[in-house]
């Protein structure tokens, strides 16, 4: 199937700083979501993006839709301990029937 | 209380038995999903649903089996062909808004076949 490569893989980070991470893939999507999955849960839609070039936030979160269509990145200001989960990039297809296809998830932990 | 409702939390089951998962949703959205996560990888979708009383194959399909008789609910089953069935089931609804689409997610169930 489809793949998506999302990195890093996992991240340990001190409460305050900044991440960043990023999906990339070789096929072209013509929508990303960003998800934030809890130990235990469901996936949380953090963040859509419709269009190339697309930047949206929600509170300290920032995505963008890659120029290229062909990736997106997630940024996370001023993390704090609640911020720790998976975070899930996946990618929309028109020719995969618009299902989505997903990274493999970016671990974070915050140390406080 | 709008959204994505699965039972149990946890399940558990004997080798051989079937059991059939619940995933009901109360947002009037069309298609419907259910996904396997097995630990440290992503999402993995097994069958979905864009309307009611049709439903096609995901990338894992084999020793599952579904059926959308209704909008609002999405039963999946697990039969005793499926060779590894311990795992967290997720079930997802999708909303399309114009050309757009919004899909989330509901709270998961966890098998644990022994």
């Known amino acids: 199937g489809q793949q998506l490569n999302q990195s890093p893989q996992s991240m340990f980070i001190q409460e305050g700083e900044d991440v960043s991470m990023n999906c990339t893939s070789s096929?072209?999507?013509?929508?990303w979501l960003w998800y934030k999955q809890d130990p235990g849960e469901g996936p949380v839609l953090l963040i859509a993006?419709?269009?190339?070039?697309e930047l949206t936030s929600n509170g300290r979160l920032t995505a963008q839709f890659g120029i290229t269509r062909k990736d997106s990145f997630l940024n996370i200001s001023a993390s704090i301990p609640s911020d720790v989960g998976i975070y899930f990039c996946?990618?929309?297809?028109?020719?995969?029937?618009?299902?989505?296809?997903f990274g493999a998830g970016t671990i974070l932990r915050v140390k406080s | 209380d709008g959204g994505i409702t699965q039972s149990p939390k946890y399940l558990f089951r004997k080798e051989g038995q079937n059991v059939t998962l619940s995933c009901e949703q109360n947002?009037?959205?069309?298609?419907m999903y259910w996904y396997r996560q097995d630990p440290g990888q992503g999402l993995r979708l097994i069958y979905y649903?864009?309307?009611?009383?049709?439903?096609q194959k995901g990338d894992i399909a084999e020793g599952y089996s579904v059926s959308r008789e209704k909008k609002e609910s999405f039963p999946l089953t697990v039969t005793s062909a499926q060779k590894n069935p311990t795992a967290f089931y997720l079930c997802?609804?999708?909303?399309?808004?114009?050309?757009?689409?919004?899909?989330?997610f509901g709270p998961g169930t966890r098998l644990t076949v022994t």
């Open positions: 997802a609804s999708r909303l399309r808004e114009g050309g757009s689409y919004k899909q989330y």
């Open positions: 096929s072209i999507f013509n929508t």
């Open positions: 993006l419709y269009k190339a070039g």
């Open positions: 649903s864009q309307i009611v009383n049709d439903f």
């Open positions: 996946a990618g929309q297809l028109r020719e995969y029937g618009n299902k989505l296809v």
């Open positions: 947002l009037n959205h069309d298609a």
